[in-house]
């Protein structure tokens, strides 16, 4: 079946060093891939995507990172602050179909 | 420019009562998604749906949960007698047509849940 899944539960980082989050997926099918950010008490906040026919992204401050060859997908954030101190999800999309399939969560606490 | 809402953000429910969670998509989205979150855990995805049509549904509960999107209101997540393992957080998301999705842009927007807790 579908999966997707996070290396790291809990990722502690000090505020102003880059944090990398990873994740592993299992459907080969999907195109499509998400980060999500979720804050206590509200719904996931996109942050940013990337298609299959990439291998890298850039926003600001993040960089998705996928490597289809091992199935697996990363976020980096630079300077980390405490307000990126949330829940990140990483989320795929098969190609047939539209739904999201969701990771467990990496927990981000930034250290001031 | 109203996101995603969701009501009520916060639903007490005992055993055996009957519990409506409400969505309203973005303006302009046609497109609603339902996804149940436990505490420490991933969203899980239960169903998809369009004005007046489910699209699909493959992870929903095959007794007590249905869903409607109808014509003109919101999206009506109904969870019948209640139990306590349907306590969790309960997230909308909306989408435009499924065409467009494959544009650069955020493919689902959430709403900030509806907390249903079952005592």
């Known amino acids: 079946g579908e999966s997707v899944g996070l290396h790291l539960p809990t990722l502690s980082v000090q505020e102003g060093d880059n944090s990398i989050i990873n994740c592993a997926y299992s459907?080969?099918?999907?195109?499509?891939f998400i980060w999500y950010k979720q804050e206590s008490g509200k719904g996931p906040q996109f942050i940013i995507d990337?298609?299959?026919?990439?291998d890298k992204r850039q926003g600001q401050r993040v960089t998705v990172l996928l490597n289809k060859t091992v199935k697996h997908l990363s976020l980096q954030i630079a300077a980390t602050q405490p307000g990126d101190s949330a829940v990140y999800f990483c989320?795929?999309?098969?190609?047939?179909?539209?739904?999201?399939?969701f990771g467990a969560g990496t927990i981000l606490r930034v250290k001031s | 420019n109203a996101g995603v809402m969701q009501n009520p953000r916060h639903l007490v429910r005992r055993r055996g009562q009957e519990a409506r969670l409400r969505c309203s998509p973005m303006?302009?989205?046609?497109?609603v998604y339902w996804y149940r979150q436990l505490p420490e855990e991933g969203l899980k995805f239960m169903v998809y749906?369009?004005?007046?049509?489910?699209?699909?549904e493959s992870g929903m509960p095959k007794e007590r949960f249905s869903a409607e999107f109808p014509k003109e209101g919101p999206s009506i997540l109904r969870i019948q007698q209640v139990v306590r393992g349907d306590s969790a957080a309960y997230f909308c998301?909306?989408?435009?047509?499924?065409?467009?999705?494959?544009?650069?842009?955020?493919?689902?927007?959430f709403g900030n849940g509806t907390r249903l807790t079952v005592t």
């Open positions: 998301a909306s989408s435009p047509s499924y065409k467009r999705q494959y544009a650069y842009n955020s493919p689902l927007h």
């Open positions: 459907n080969s099918a999907s195109d499509y």
């Open positions: 990337i298609r299959s026919n990439m």
């Open positions: 989320a795929e999309r098969p190609y047939v179909g539209n739904k999201l399939v």
């Open positions: 303006k302009g989205h046609s497109h």
């Open positions: 749906l369009q004005k007046e049509n489910i699209i699909d």
